[in-house]
């Protein structure tokens, strides 16, 4: 579908269309299934009066974003890149349980970003009279097509969240919401713009244009677990999860700045898994905060582990930059320090 306005678009923007919230309606029973993109073209009439060639292409069947898969990421990533010459820019239109998760594998996905891919959706459907659908994805073309107003250079050339009037780096954001319209947070990383009645971009905190060309990547290692720590937690159950065949990576959810128990019975099962050649990162269960290995007794022999801090990591970044380091197939040194240093913005380093 084109939105075309008849003469001279200022820019084009691509729709990736993958369902969620944004474009459900409710079935006879009562419960919200997703629906073509057509739902929302007739619910927004609005948007053939943006200046702008606005296409669409739908992922496939549209899904609700619980169903995400590695294979949704791929083709994502692979439809940007073939698209990639076209357009000024990316929407993808997806549900807001896994944004982002997607949003993080995106980032790893697509090296030397060079245009904006912004993903947007919604907490109440298209067809609703109190939608959120409109406000969230018309600034988010908005953001998609926006150029520095003097270098007419691309304004945001990252993967981000745009939603309730704020623009998020998207490998920095969690879902913190359910009912609120402000279904998203990045705790440890400044917003990249606010969408009040004008946009206002935050240019110091947005990456920069990158000098190489776009490389698209096409592998992750689902080979990972993510293992949540809690007082009571027993040997059988960590077993359970650090010994599942073919294990690669794992994530350890921590407490606080990155401590863990002391039981022996802990690292040992800790030290079989690296020296099965299990590569595992710690990342706290704190949504703000850094892992600082070392700062307590707690934490001090996870490094003599092997275990690599994730310094001020999300959860959903860690387990999409593990599949992505761990698909690049490279030795253990170099997984090592690829998975402690910044590849997108993803952490902080101090
Ligand atoms: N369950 C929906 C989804 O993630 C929620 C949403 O879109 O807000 O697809």
Partial sequence: MSTAPDNHPEASVLVIYTGGTVGMAYNRRGELVPMNFDQIRRKMPELRQLNMRVEVQSLGQPIDSSNVTIEDWLRIAALIQENYARYDGFVVLHGTDTMAYSAAALSFLLENLGKTVVFTGAQVPVGRI?????????????????????????????????????????????????????????????????????????????????????????????????????????????????????????????????????????????????????????????????????????SAYLTDLGVLGGDDITREAAITKLMFVLGLERSAAETQRLLTHDLRGEITIV
């Fill in 130 to 298: 109190r939608t959120d659908a409109r406000r969230n994805l018309i600034t988010a073309l908005e953001i998609a097509a926006a150029r520095h107003p003097m270098a007419r250079t691309v304004r945001v050339p990252e993967v981000c969240i745009f939603f309730n009037d704020v623009l998020i780096r998207g490998n920095r954001a969690k879902k913190v919401e359910s009912q609120q319209y402000n279904a998203f947070r990045s705790e440890n990383y400044p917003p990249l713009a606010r969408a009040g009645i004008e946009l206002e971009f935050n240019d110091k905190q947005i990456r920069l244009l990158p000098a190489a060309r776009l490389r698209v990547h096409q592998r992750l290692d689902e080979r990972v677990t993510v293992l949540p720590l809690f007082p009571g937690i027993t040997e059988r159950m960590v077993r359970a999860q650090l010994e599942a065949a073919d294990l690669r990576g794992a994530i350890i959810e921590t407490y606080g700045s990155g401590n863990a128990p002391t039981a022996p019975w802990f690292l040992q099962c800790l030290r079989e898994a690296t020296d099965r050649g299990v590569q595992l990162l710690n990342v706290s269960q704190c949504e703000e905060g850094r892992v600082m290995q070392g700062r307590y007794e707690t």
